[in-house]
């Protein structure tokens, strides 16, 4: 029996279980999947009432599993909430690639912002709570969005985006647009007469910004406007 899976029996002892004795090899997988169970359910929970708001009892609750594990594989709400960063920047790394259409790229951020398995309303909440000080993980997002802004200086020199904007302030914009539907739901029940993470509505808006975003082709000019 491996040391996780022997915390995790400690942890939850006395719990009552009508479930069946598993076998040496889901016993192994157990760890993997309770780290999962976790991390999903701090993100609905983060997502309601972000950082502050959570309560590590309530994601232990979502999860079904004893407060103490969050402390033994994440090291409490910190760490819990890190580990989520993580794996949202290990997953953009995949599902946006550098070399993908600018109007594309905007549209899949539109359809993952709502997502609520990726945790989109976490950036709001992290917004509302800046307090200006940046950490490593600060420190590590900024450096991927000045390589998006660079990125976006190269499809201007390709001619791919109008020359004239300055990339900075097209990249927020675009971001801020794809994730209105996720930040937004409110406005955009008003609006459209639908829940905002309909994925009808989800793709109507898309296609909405990646037309939009289209018309910014390249000008050329080399000139500020």
Do not use: C
């Not at 972000?50 to 999860?63: C, H, M, T, Y």
């Not at 509505?201 to 939009?212: D, I, P, S, T």
């Amino acid at each position: 029996m491996t040391t996780e899976r022997r915390a995790e029996d400690e942890a939850t002892k006395g719990r009552r279980s009508t479930r069946r004795t598993p076998a040496p090899h889901e016993r192994q997988r157990d760890p993997e999947r309770t780290k999962a169970r976790i991390l999903d359910a701090a993100i609905e929970e983060f997502s309601a009432k972000g950082f502050a708001g959570a309560r590590v009892s309530e994601i232990a609750a979502r999860a079904g599993v004893n407060q103490q594990l969050i402390a033994y594989y994440f090291d409490g709400k910190d760490g819990l909430y890190r580990e989520i960063g993580r794996r949202w920047r290990a997953y953009e790394a995949q599902a946006f690639p550098d070399d993908m259409d600018f109007a594309e790229l905007m549209k899949r951020y539109v359809r993952v912002s709502v997502d609520t398995r990726l945790g989109g309303r976490l950036l709001a909440w992290e917004g509302l709570a800046d307090t200006g000080e940046d950490d490593e993980e600060v420190q590590e997002r900024n450096a991927r969005l000045r390589h998006e802004v660079e990125l976006i200086r190269e499809r201007q020199r390709a001619g791919e985006l109008d020359d004239r904007f300055d990339p900075a302030a097209l990249l927020l914009i675009g971001m801020s647009a794809a994730n209105a539907l996720a930040i937004y739901p409110q406005l955009a029940r008003g609006l459209f007469g639908a829940d905002g993470s309909s994925p009808e509505l989800v793709e109507h808006y898309a296609e909405q910004l990646g037309r939009l975003i289209g018309r910014l082709g390249g000008s050329g000019s080399g000139h500020p406007g």
